[in-house]
């Protein structure tokens, strides 16, 4: 079974980048047809796709997020990254990552990231 | 403002039916992706709830169901129970001049009375 793992700093001051790493176990991150997803949370609120990567490098962004998104990934490592810059108080949320088909199959527990000074 | 469109809360006695709709437009729904619904308990993950618009994991309780039709789709819950009490997501696919990729509705705020 696929499990993912989000890993990565707590806390972020604001107009600095946010970094995240997703660990997939139980399987290999280049087989299937996945894409390897970023979803975040705000307290209370809704979920919001970030955006996703597939194994040979190709992206996807949400438009509202597309300018201050990279997603990469490292196969080697089965792992794949998410970096927000020019953070602000309204990118604290849980942040998922996740592997999907347009369907959501794996999800990883999520993390809580805290944009404050 | 999210892409697909839920109410923000329903709420219904132990034992009857509720239905939470899900409203997209052509370049989601309506373009033909298929609609998955997620149950979210307090402090834990979204969980599939159904998939392809109307397919159950196994698992989910046959109380739940999905259908779609058109821009839309709906979440029926049949003879509540009180462990329903959760968030309901719907999410699709969309696909626009502006880019493609996974797109959720606001999410439904469950009561059981």
């Known amino acids: 079974q696929v499990q993912l793992q989000e890993s990565g700093p707590g806390l972020v001051k604001p107009s600095q980048t946010l970094s995240l790493t997703c660990t997939v176990s139980g399987g290999s991150i280049s087989s299937g047809s996945y894409y390897w997803s970023w979803i975040r949370q705000p307290a209370g609120k809704g979920l919001e796709w970030i955006g996703r990567i597939y194994t040979s490098g190709s992206t996807n962004y949400n438009p509202s997020l597309k300018s201050r998104v990279t997603i990469s990934v490292d196969t080697s490592k089965n792992q794949f990254s998410l970096k927000l810059s020019s953070v602000t108080a309204a990118d604290t949320a849980v942040y998922y990552c996740a592997g999907e088909q347009q369907l959501v199959d794996y999800w990883g527990q999520g993390t809580l990231v805290t944009v404050s000074s | 403002q999210s892409v697909l469109t839920q109410p923000p809360s329903v709420s219904g006695a132990p034992g009857q039916r509720v239905t939470i709709s899900c409203t997209g437009s052509?370049?989601?729904?309506?373009?033909?992706?298929?609609v998955h619904w997620y149950q979210q308990l307090p402090g834990t993950a979204p969980k599939l709830l159904i998939y392809g618009n109307s397919n159950r994991p196994s698992g989910v309780p046959d109380r739940f169901s999905g259908s779609k039709s058109g821009t839309s789709a709906s979440l029926a819950i049949t003879g509540l129970q009180a462990e329903d009490e959760a968030d309901y997501y719907c999410q699709s696919y969309d696909s626009s001049l502006s880019g493609s990729g996974v797109v959720f509705g606001g999410g439904t705020k469950l009561t059981v009375l």
């Open positions: 052509s370049s989601n729904i309506g373009a033909g992706y298929d």
